[in-house]
C-alpha cells in the first residue's frame, strides 16, 4: 500500500475511535521494544501506567493521549507510522513493530512500515508542556474569512508551500492540498500575494468542503470499527496520485510536477488555464520555498 503522512481527515477518524474505544479506561500497561520512538525521558512512559485515559485529541498531524493529573502521550505518526486496535497484549510484529498500550478489552499497536525511523512518542506532563507542539498553524473550522485571508497573506509562498505549512494552517499535507487546489481551481504555483479575495474566498470555501466531505467519507467506512487502511492515495480523489487519468470535472489528463522527493498533481484545465507547469519551473519558483528533506518538512513543512 501506498504510505503518506495522516492529515487532517485520518487523524480525526483515528481520534474518534480512540475516543470510543479507550476514554475512562485504565493503562494497563505499556511495551516499547523499540526505545528510539520515545524522544523524552521525563516524565518517564511507564508513569502513564495504572493510569485513566481521560480523552484524545489532535495537535496538527499529531494525536495525543490525556492522561489524569495532566499527563499525555503525543504521538506523530510521520510518514509511514499507524495504529492498530487488537487483542489485549497481542504479540508486537517483529518487523515494523514499534510500541503497544495494553488495556483491558484490547490493546493498540503502533507500527511503522519504514527502514528509517521517523516517528515519536513524546510523554509531557501540564497543558503548557502539550502546547509546546502547537505550530500555530490556523484550525480552519473554527476559522473565519478575515483570519484565514490574514494566515494565507502572512508569508509570500506559493499556494501549495502555504498550505502545507503548520505555522500557517493545521493538519494539511500533500494529498489534501493537490484536491483542495483542485476544488478551488487554483494553481499549486500561485503565490499567496497575488490571490485577490474572491480566489481566497473560494480557497477558503474548498478547504473546509474537502477536508469535511473526507472526513465524512472516512467515518462512514470505518464505522464501529478502527482504521485499517489509512493512506493518501485513493481512487476516488480527484488528482492526488492520478496522474495520466482523467480529471472528473473536465476529462482532461491530470498532471505533475516533481520538485525534491515530493510530487504535485493537478488539473491543467481547471487549475492552470490549459498551461502544464514544467518541473524546472518549479524548482525555480520553490528553491527557497520548499523542504528538500523530511527534517526541512518538520523544520515548517508537512510535519506540524
Known amino acids: 500500500m501506498l504510505r503518506a503522512m495522516p492529515e487532517y481527515p485520518d487523524i480525526t477518524v483515528y481520534i474518534e475511535r480512540l475516543d470510543a474505544l479507550l476514554t475512562g479506561q485504565i493503562l494497563e500497561g505499556v511495551?516499547?521494544?523499540?526505545?528510539?520512538?520515545?524522544?523524552?525521558?521525563?516524565?518517564?512512559?511507564?508513569?502513564?501506567?495504572?493510569?485513566?485515559?481521560?480523552?484524545?485529541?489532535?495537535?496538527?498531524k499529531r494525536i495525543f493521549c490525556a492522561f489524569e493529573d495532566e499527563l499525555y502521550l503525543v504521538i506523530h505518526l510521520m510518514i509511514a507510522g499507524r495504529l492498530h486496535w487488537k487483542s489485549s497484549r497481542v504479540p508486537i510484529p517483529r518487523r515494523g513493530g514499534l510500541a503497544a498500550l495494553d488495556f483491558a478489552h484490547?490493546?493498540?499497536?503502533?507500527?511503522?512500515?519504514?527502514?528509517?525511523?521517523?516517528?515519536?512518542?513524546?510523554?509531557?506532563?501540564?497543558r503548557a508542556d502539550l502546547l509546546a507542539f502547537n505550530r500555530g498553524g490556523l484550525e480552519v473550522f473554527e476559522a473565519s474569512p478575515a483570519d484565514f485571508k490574514e494566515a494565507l497573506k502572512r508569508e509570500s509562498?506559493?499556494?501549495?508551500?502555504?498550505?502545507?505549512d503548520p505555522r500557517l494552517l493545521s493538519g494539511?499535507?500533500?494529498?489534501?492540498?493537490?484536491?483542495?487546489?483542485h476544488r478551488a481551481r487554483l494553481s499549486p504555483l500561485a503565490l499567496t500575494g497575488a490571490l485577490d479575495d474572491g480566489e481566497i474566498s473560494r480557497l477558503?470555501?474548498?478547504?473546509?468542503?474537502?477536508?469535511?466531505?473526507w472526513t465524512d467519507r472516512l467515518r462512514a467506512e470505518v464505522g464501529e470499527g478502527f482504521p485499517a487502511k489509512v493512506t493518501a492515495f485513493r481512487p476516488e480523489m480527484a488528482v492526488h496520485g492520478r496522474y495520466g487519468k482523467p480529471c472528473p470535472t473536465c476529462g482532461s489528463a491530470v498532471q505533475r510536477i516533481r520538485y525534491a522527493s515530493r510530487e504535485t498533481d493537478y488539473c491543467p484545465l481547471c487549475q492552470t488555464g490549459g498551461r502544464l507547469l514544467a518541473d524546472r519551473s518549479l524548482s525555480r519558483l520553490l528553491k527557497k520555498d520548499w523542504p528538500r528533506t523530511l527534517e526541512e518538512l518538520e523544520g515548517g513543512g508537512e510535519g506540524g
Open 31 to 60: 511495551r516499547l521494544p523499540d526505545p528510539f520512538l520515545l524522544r523524552t525521558a521525563d516524565p518517564p512512559v511507564d508513569v502513564l501506567e495504572g493510569r485513566l485515559v481521560s480523552g484524545f485529541g489532535r495537535i496538527g
Open 157 to 164: 509562498h506559493t499556494l501549495k508551500r502555504a498550505l502545507t
Open 172 to 181: 494539511i499535507g500533500n494529498a489534501y492540498s493537490d484536491e483542495i487546489l
Open 204 to 213: 477558503f470555501a474548498a478547504t473546509k468542503e474537502v477536508l469535511a466531505e
Open 106 to 126: 484490547g490493546s493498540i499497536l503502533m507500527t511503522e512500515s519504514a527502514t528509517r525511523r521517523q516517528a515519536s512518542w513524546h510523554v509531557v506532563e501540564g
